[in-house]
């Protein structure tokens, strides 16, 4: 019964490991378009007429 409880942990662990990186990931990939996004309205900001 230990081994099992064991296992689940260690299988636990590992999943909490790669949802973190995943998080990690998207997170700065949404960052890195908001950026994007953000200093493209800038630039765009000189042309717009009112």
Do not use: D, P, W
Not at 4 to 10: D, N, S, V
Not at 12 to 33: D, F, K, Q, R
Request: charge should be positive; avoid cysteine.
């Amino acid at each position: 019964m230990e081994e099992k409880a064991y296992k689940i942990m260690g299988q636990s662990g590992g999943l909490n490991i790669t949802l973190g990186v995943i998080a990690i990931v998207a997170g700065i990939a949404g960052g890195v378009l908001l950026i994007v996004g953000g200093a493209r309205l800038l630039a765009a900001k000189s042309k717009l007429l009112f």
